[in-house]
């Protein structure tokens, strides 16, 4: 409920309930309305002290508390060195502050005169904490007040419904220490991993060498080493062969060119020099000549061609066929005829081989780098391996530290839950009390309205105040809030235990942390979420209860939603539909108002979380 509605319930019905009885109640004893009085001022005090309390401020001290307690991280919320302070704000607040002189120098003469800036902060650092504690005081001085009211008329509504919300505002500080000392066990749950984690790689260095198999991929591959710079070694000397071989086949080839060249020349030179028909003999004379030219010429161009490109020296053409379609047969087969390479097979083999040489030679360097990567990996295990049980032993020992700082956490936010737990379930109590009270009230004035003439009843208080359901229903909203505030700090030891329950169950036998006890932080954990379903269950029969008293109001159905969806969170995936279902009930013809933007941020959440 919004302060400013509080304030002016507690306005209403304080005058109402109690001294509202002064005037519209002629009938009662002058006693009771002496009490009636009194209560009323001791109401009106306690609202006073109320509505001067800020929640805000109350939610900001543990967070001060726990930022302290990072000092020794550099964190200084006090602010002691306020010239410090001000050295390292003081270009944003420049920048702010020309910004602001831009946009309203316009309206304003001159520069404004701060005064002493340095020396207002001082004051303000230093009255942080009094303001911190005037503002529980203020909560303090309330109850006082509304206790003395309720000595002094026990069956004032309002006086019990007052004391519950300030008991509802005890139980939230609680609530709020209890979450904040909740968030420093997160930090040694991670550092429980952490060890763990450290300790699975320290045992697995105590016999890395050994367990890794890393001398035997080691000796695998100085073998595959061994094999390939033997294939090296044969393959270079192929090589070299191949050189000579190709040399000797130039040098072959070039004279078979030459041979060749010279026979041409012959040839033509006869051509030139034509028959000597003077000679009788001449013309046999040439063609003998021509004829020994020509035979040269081929002989050196077979000779050339064989050089060059190679032969099949035992082949022979195919019988059967003529010179053109015949085939190439050795021994009556034209399958694997024997083959004299000639000087272009000898060059491509000279590219392959080069070719394979090449790739050999990487891989040789590879293999040789992998090696050596290995060897040196091989050092550092054995270097790791001296250190790993040293390592293991301090994790171990730390790890029983952690353990024990995360058990005094659980239990110092736990001790804080209880806290918030009976403030709240006071605050329950209380505004029960309020609703039956105002029951009471609200059945007295019907019978007495009852009593009197239609013409009396129309302007009578007792008619009006008859039909004031809405007070009860108030009150019974209170109740079930308070039940849900129960319900949520179960939910933060349910949380809490089960996230210990999972970290202990992991690393409890890593870290050997005998003190472990996963299964009894389960025990706690399902202790804690039975106790949370029973207050959700108890917050919803009184929310139908209020539901049917206040008309039906849009603001129950939206409460009613807000209590299932604790549901979802202990697990009851069932409830998600009807938490959404819920909420569109309520923000229907409301969805822009700016008073359910809440609401409306909690629904999308939700859609988008299914």
Same mark, same amino acid.
């Given at each position: ?9 507690v306005?209403v019905?304080?005058f109402?309930v109690?001294?509202?009885?002064l ?22 005090r ?21 930022m302290r ?12 060195d *306020? &010239? =410090?302070l001000?050295?390292? !704000? ?5 920048e702010?502050?020309?910004? /602001?002189? +831009?946009q309203? $120098?316009?309206?304003?003469e ?6 002493? *800036? &340095? =020396?207002?902060?001082?004051? !303000?650092v230093?009255a942080r904490?009094g303001?911190?504690e005037k /503002?529980? +005081?203020?909560? $303090? ?12 008329s026990s069956?004032c509504?309002? !006086? ?13 500080g609680?609530?709020?220490?209890a ?6 066990a997160?930090?040694?749950r ?10 699975n790689?320290d ?14 991929v080691i ?5 595959e ?5 033997k294939?090296i070694?044969?393959?270079r ?5 191949l ?5 000797e ?7 078979a060119?030459s ?6 020349v ?10 000597d ?8 004379q ?10 040269s010429?081929?002989e ?7 050089l ?6 035992n082949?022979?053409l ?8 015949g ?10 005829l ?6 272009t097979?000898?060059v491509?083999d000279?590219?392959?081989l080069?070719a394979?040489?090449?790739?050999e030679?990487?891989a ?14 091989k050092?550092?295990y054995?270097?790791?391996k001296?250190l790993a049980?040293?390592?293991?032993q301090?994790?171990?020992?730390r790890?029983?530290e ?16 209880d806290a ?14 309020a609703?039956?009270?105002a029951?009471n009230w ?10 009197l003439?239609?013409?009396?009843r129309?302007y ?23 039940h ?21 169950t992991?690393?409890a ?6 003190e ?5 932080e389960?025990?706690i ?10 207050a ?11 539901h049917?008293k206040?008309?039906?109001h ?10 299932t969806?604790?549901m979802?969170l ?7 539909q009807?938490?959404v ?20 941020a ?7 979380r299914r």
């Amino acid at each position: 409920m919004e302060q400013k509605t509080v304030a002016g319930i507690v306005v209403v019905v304080a005058f109402a309930v109690c001294g509202g009885l002064l005037f519209v109640l002629p009938s009662l004893q002058s006693a009771d309305r002496t009490a009636d009085e009194v209560a009323s001022e001791h109401i009106e005090r306690a609202r006073r002290y109320l509505h001067n309390y800020s929640a805000s401020i109350a939610h900001t001290a543990p967070l001060l508390d726990q930022m302290r307690g990072l000092a020794d991280e550099g964190v200084d919320v006090d602010a002691e060195d *306020i &010239e =410090g302070l001000l050295e390292s !704000a003081e270009s944003l607040y420049q920048e702010e502050y020309e910004a /602001n002189w +831009e946009q309203f $120098a316009a309206v304003v003469e001159g520069r404004p005169d701060f005064g002493d *800036i &340095e =020396g207002q902060i001082s004051q !303000a650092v230093n009255a942080r904490d009094g303001l911190i504690e005037k /503002n529980e +005081e203020l909560l $303090a001085a309330a109850l006082r007040e509304v206790d003395q009211a309720i000595r002094e008329s026990s069956s004032c509504a309002e !006086a019990h419904r007052l004391k519950g919300v300030i008991l509802y505002h005890q139980g939230l500080g609680h609530l709020t220490n209890a979450r904040m000392i909740a968030v420093e066990a997160e930090p040694l749950r991670y550092e429980l991993f952490t060890l763990a984690s450290r300790v699975n790689e320290d045992t697995q260095s105590e016999t890395l060498v050994e367990d890794s198999g890393i001398e035997e991929v080691i000796n695998i591959l100085g073998a595959e080493a061994g094999t390939t710079e033997k294939a090296i070694e044969a393959d270079r000397a192929a090589l070299a062969q191949l050189d000579q071989t190709i040399q000797e086949r130039e040098r072959e080839l070039e004279e078979a060119r030459s041979r060749l060249e010279n026979a041409r020349v012959a040839m033509d030179q006869l051509k030139a020099e034509g028959i000597d028909f003077a000679d009788p003999k001449g013309a046999d004379q040439f063609a003998e000549r021509y004829s020994e030219a020509d035979r040269s010429y081929r002989e050196a161009l077979s000779a050339v061609y064989a050089l060059e490109h190679g032969t099949y020296p035992n082949a022979s053409l195919d019988r059967s066929g003529d010179a053109l379609t015949g085939r190439y047969v050795e021994n009556g087969s034209p399958d694997d005829l024997t083959i004299s390479y000639g000087l272009t097979h000898y060059v491509n083999d000279r590219a392959v081989l080069a070719a394979r040489l090449e790739s050999e030679e990487l891989a040789l360097d590879a293999l040789l780098s992998d090696v050596a990567r290995l060897e040196n990996a091989k050092e550092r295990y054995a270097a790791k391996k001296d250190l790993a049980l040293e390592g293991i032993q301090e994790a171990k020992a730390r790890a029983v530290e952690v353990l024990e700082e995360l058990d005094a956490v659980m239990e110092d936010a736990e001790a804080e839950g209880d806290a918030a737990i009976e403030g709240f379930t006071q605050s329950a109590r209380a505004s029960k009390s309020a609703a039956q009270y105002a029951g009471n009230w609200i059945r007295d004035a019907a019978d007495r309205a009852r009593d009197l003439s239609a013409s009396a009843r129309e302007y009578s208080a007792y008619e009006s105040r008859s039909k004031d359901n809405w007070l009860v229903a108030a009150s019974l909203a209170q109740v079930a809030d308070a039940h849900l505030c129960i319900a949520w700090a179960q939910h933060a030891v349910y949380e809490g235990r089960m996230l210990n329950h999972r970290v202990l169950t992991d690393v409890a036998e890593t870290l050997a942390l005998s003190e472990a006890d996963p299964s009894g932080e389960k025990e706690i954990a399902d202790e804690a979420k039975d106790a949370g379903i029973e207050a959700i269950q108890t917050a919803m029969n009184e929310l139908a209860d209020a539901h049917q008293k206040g008309g039906r109001h849009w603001t129950f159905t939206a409460q009613a939603a807000g209590t299932t969806y604790l549901m979802v969170l202990f697990g009851h995936e069932q409830y998600a539909q009807d938490v959404v279902a819920g909420y569109r009930q309520a923000l229907e013809g409301r969805e822009e108002e700016p008073y359910t933007a809440k609401l409306a941020a909690r629904l999308s959440q939700l859609q988008g979380r299914r």
